[in-house]
């Protein structure tokens, strides 16, 4: 198996970022208009780089990150990038593929050690459900690459499956430095989401798609704040949040429950 990876931006110092932490922030909490934008500067810079590689296949295969039910915010990167790969080679075949997540959990990721996120993840079972030809181009896109362990798993996918097709990884960024710990991921997560009123200026701006992260955060927040983030959305934000909780099973999960249980009732309501 021939494996690459490339990213927009390459993170060697935490205090001379090339990109922007709070728009980084609004994104991984749902503005897909920034989602947008990182995946129109990803094929750019990705199509300068792989323009003879495209060349050599008919099929592409674009994979978002993995996920269960909801979307991670990658999805809005992934479609940004099809669009403009499938437009600049309308000759070619590209294909929207998607890996299968099932596992979910309640720890904030970016929080953990190297060896933290590998033992979690370790834990996870990503599957697709496709049918893999040899000749075809397999292309994976996630938002960033701080330890890597994302990558592991998928790769000892692609091995249970005994797929050797060549494959590139692309990130929005890929953390160089292996001196920054790699809880600075959090720094960027959250670099404008302090509280649920963020994410509230998040959803006024209109480009607003729910994601994972999202509804976590909404989920697992106190109960007070819950209410009063929830109070002022109408059925269609409501009823859409609960059907997207139902797929990822948060009412499964202890810390997401309570919150999910008021929600329903909420939605019943109006």
Same mark, same amino acid.
Request: net charge positive.
């Given at each position: 198996?021939?494996?690459? !990876? ?5 993170? #060697?110092?935490?205090?001379?970022? &090339? ?6 922030? #609004? ?5 897909? $208009?920034?989602? $947008? ?12 780089? *792989? ?9 592409? &295969? ?6 269960? *039910? ?10 940004? @990038? ?37 033992? /979690? ?37 692609? $091995? !249970? =499956? !005994? ?5 590139? @990884? /692309? *990130?929005?960024?890929?953390? #160089? ?11 960027? $997560?959250?670099?404008? %989401? #302090?509280?649920?009123?963020? %994410? ?18 909404? /989920? ?5 704040? @819950?209410?009063? @983030? ?25 810390? =997401? ?14």
């Amino acid at each position: 198996m021939k494996i690459s !990876s490339h990213a927009t931006h390459y993170i #060697k110092s935490k205090d001379d970022l &090339n990109f922007s932490e709070i728009e980084y922030s #609004k994104f991984k909490f749902g503005d897909s $208009n920034i989602g $947008n934008k990182y995946g129109r500067d990803l094929f750019i810079s990705f199509e300068k780089k *792989y323009r003879e590689k495209i060349k050599d296949y008919e099929i592409i &295969n674009v994979f978002s990150s993995p996920y269960f *039910y909801i979307p991670t915010a990658t999805l809005t990167i992934t479609e940004a @990038f099809i669009d403009l790969l499938s437009n600049k080679y309308p000759e070619k075949i590209i294909e929207q593929k998607k890996i299968n997540r099932t596992t979910t959990y309640s720890v904030d990721y970016g929080n953990l050690s190297a060896s933290e996120r590998l033992k /979690l993840i370790s834990n996870d079972i990503f599957k697709i459900d496709e049918k893999i030809k040899e000749n075809e181009l397999l292309i994976f896109i996630d938002d960033i690459k701080i330890t890597g362990s994302h990558e592991f798993v998928v790769k000892k996918m692609l $091995n !249970s =499956y !005994s797929i050797s097709n060549e494959c590139i @990884f /692309l *990130y929005h960024a890929i953390l #160089k430095n292996k001196n920054i710990d790699p809880k600075f991921e959090n720094f960027l $997560n959250y670099g404008f %989401v #302090k509280k649920l009123s963020d %994410v509230n200026k998040i959803i006024d701006s209109k480009n607003f798609k729910f994601n994972t992260r999202v509804i976590k955060y909404i /989920l697992n927040s106190k109960r007070k704040d @819950f209410l009063e @983030f929830i109070k002022d959305k109408d059925k269609s934000f409501l009823t859409e949040m609960l059907n997207n909780a139902k797929g990822n099973k948060y009412y499964d999960i202890p810390e =997401y429950s309570e919150n999910f249980f008021k929600l329903v009732r909420l939605e019943q309501q109006l």
